[in-house]
T-cell receptor, first 119, second 113 residues
Framework: DAGVIQSPRHEVTEMGQEVTLRCKPISGHDYLFWYRQTMMRGLELLIYFNNNVPIDDSGMPEDRFSAKMPNASFSTLKIQPSEPRDSAVYFC?????????????????FGAGTRLSVL | GNSVTQMEGPVTLSEEAFLTINCTYTATGYPSLFWYVQYPGEGLQLLLKATKADDKGSNKGFEATYRKETTSFHLEKGSVQVSDSAVYFCALSDKDSSYKLIFGSGTRLLVRP
């Protein structure tokens, strides 16, 4: 399997522009997670999906951020309008199962990330 | 709430030195514990895990033992290599956090030849 695939790897944009980050999870995985990594705040979970349905978006910083998962093999994270403080590395991860009675399934596989710079 | 505390880095060692990266956690239940590694320019990879007290996770020469009495999950390796240079993240997952991964702040390891 190719693993979790994210695109683009790098994105440079100007303040106010719309940014769309893309993720293809591992085939068969039913959970998908979006994280943001910065020096100041470390790794933050933004949102996660189960079977394409958003379950917890409490980490989404504000209304400028939105995420969708139209099908089991694709998800997007959109920032509109973007601001310089959104500059970070955004990771997508997927996992098979997330069940209380099977802790061994709670292993998340990460993509290589998208490095976003908002000027 | 649940949390993970890691020793601050960077940790700089010579090749073949012994490595310890400390990790302690706070959780009300019985969490699963993980170490993830992030190599430069890459995403996080699971290094090892333990799901119950006294379990020892191991992989690629790294080990960590789930110590409930001290709420710790320290990462160790007997002889580090230059290729081990990376950022290491300790994480937990349990019922009280809805099984989401709670990460520590990460510890950067630099191994010199």
């Amino acid at each position: 399997d190719a693993g979790v695939i994210q695109s683009p790897r790098h994105e440079v944009t100007e303040m106010g522009q719309e940014v769309t980050l893309r993720c293809k999870p591992i085939s068969g995985h039913d959970y998908l997670f979006w994280y943001r990594q910065t020096m100041m705040r470390g790794l933050e979970l933004l949102i996660y999906f189960n079977n394409n349905v958003p379950i917890d978006d409490s980490g989404m910083p504000e209304d400028r951020f939105s995420a969708k998962m139209p099908n089991a093999s694709f998800s997007t994270l959109k920032i509109q309008p973007s601001e310089p403080r959104d500059s970070a590395v955004y990771f997508c991860a997927s996992s098979l199962g997330f069940l209380a009675d099977n802790k061994a399934k709670n292993i998340q596989y990460f993509g290589a990330g998208t490095r976003l710079s908002v000027l | 709430g649940n949390s993970v505390t890691q020793m601050e880095g960077p940790v700089t060692l010579s090749e073949e030195a012994f490595l310890t990266i400390n990790c302690t956690y706070t959780a009300t239940g019985y969490p699963s514990l993980f170490w993830y590694v992030q190599y430069p320019g890459e995403g996080l990879q699971l290094l090892l895990k333990a799901t119950k007290a006294d379990d020892k996770g191991s992989n690629k020469g790294f080990e960590a033992t789930y110590r409930k009495e001290t709420t710790s999950f320290h990462l160790e390796k007997g002889s580090v290599q230059v290729s081990d240079s990376a950022v290491y993240f300790c994480a937990l997952s349990d019922k009280d956090s809805s099984y989401k991964l709670i990460f520590g702040s990460g510890t950067r390891l630099l191994v010199r030849p």
